[in-house]
């Protein structure tokens, strides 16, 4: 008969570390549960604080974009204001330049009126004293050739005389016949002579008073044509300045209305990425220039020149 089969006896060692494993192994297990589950919640925390501050980030978005366009109103009214400052000096300013400019205007034109009213005065008064002139010339060579007609007459009458004192001689001597005929004819004939002479002076004289009187006509005409060349011309009416328009002013447009559903994006969630991107950017900040300001700049340079 075999003898029956004896089994070893456990090593309490062995069995030890055995029961050390496996309780190691558990812990390990309930230890590695613990720190998931703390991690998950300590995610979920920071997706709640992230959330609260994309929702403070974005009410505060709403508050700043709202505060940015109440002051891009406001800008606008102070330029408003400023280009309307700007036009009213600018219409002052053109006033009273529009106002100079005509009393300077107004004097040249009176002071042309009266230049051409003297000028006037003087042609006048020099046609007169050349009417005058050409008279008084002109009765000066009449009484001239009066006098020489005159003394024409006196020595055709004193050669008369004498002829009729020779012929009287010659009677009174007692000539007859061919001797008395001859100193007749003698007598007859200076007397004709001298007579003939007279004549031939009158009629020079009649001739160059004419030719005087004509010569005196020439300068007559030549005097007032001096006299017309001196003469003014009409100034006829100075243009006027021209009246200033009144300044143009800018018109400001104010920002549209804020939409919260577009212009700071959509409402942030737990665990989503809010973009800050997502937010609509200020569409005011581009300034509108003023006309007034260029308007005056560029009177300036219209008026200089």
């Known amino acids: 008969m075999a003898p029956p089969v004896v089994s070893p006896s456990p090593d309490p060692v062995s069995t030890a570390i055995n029961v050390g494993s496996l309780l190691l192994t558990g812990f390990g297990l309930l230890s590695g549960k613990s720190a998931s589950d703390k991690a998950a919640e300590e995610s979920k925390q920071q997706a709640k604080r992230q959330l609260k501050y994309d929702q403070d980030a974005r009410n ?8 940015d366009r109440q002051w891009a109103i406001e800008g606008n009214k102070i330029k408003a204001r400023n ?34 009213a003297k000028s006037n005065l003087l042609y006048d008064e020099q046609i007169d004293f050349n009417d005058r002139a050409a008279k008084t010339a002109a009765d000066s060579e009449w009484r001239q050739l009066d006098e020489i007609n005159s003394e024409a007459a006196f020595d055709a009458q004193e050669q008369r005389i004498q002829y009729m004192q020779a012929e009287g001689k010659a009677r009174a001597a007692g000539a007859s016949g061919r001797s008395a005929a001859k100193t007749s004819q003698a007598a007859l004939a200076s007397f004709g002579m001298q007579v003939a002479m007279l004549n031939e002076g009158i009629a020079s004289a009649g001739r160059n008073t004419r030719a005087m009187l004509e010569e005196i ?3 007559q005409y030549s005097a007032n044509l001096a006299a017309f060349a001196q003469k003014m011309l009409d100034p006829g009416e100075l243009p006027m300045p021209i009246v200033p328009f009144k300044t143009p002013m800018a018109e400001f447009q104010d920002p549209r209305p804020l939409d919260k559903d577009f212009d700071i994006g959509p409402e942030p969630i737990l665990g989503g990425y809010t973009s800050r991107a997502a937010a609509s950017q200020a569409f005011w900040g581009a300034a509108i220039p003023g006309i007034a300001g260029s308007v005056a700049t560029l009177a300036k340079d219209i008026w200089a020149s």
Not at 60 to 65: A, F, N, V
Not at 96 to 106: D, E, F, P, V, W
Not at 108 to 116: C, T
């Open 60 to 67: 505060m978005q709403w508050d700043k974009l709202n505060a």
């Open 83 to 116: 280009e309307k400052r700007i036009a009213l000096w600018k219409d002052a300013t053109n006033a009273a330049s529009y106002i100079q400019k005509l009393q300077i205007r107004n004097m040249e034109q009176n002071s042309l009126d009266m230049q051409f």
């Open 217 to 219: 006509k020439n300068d």
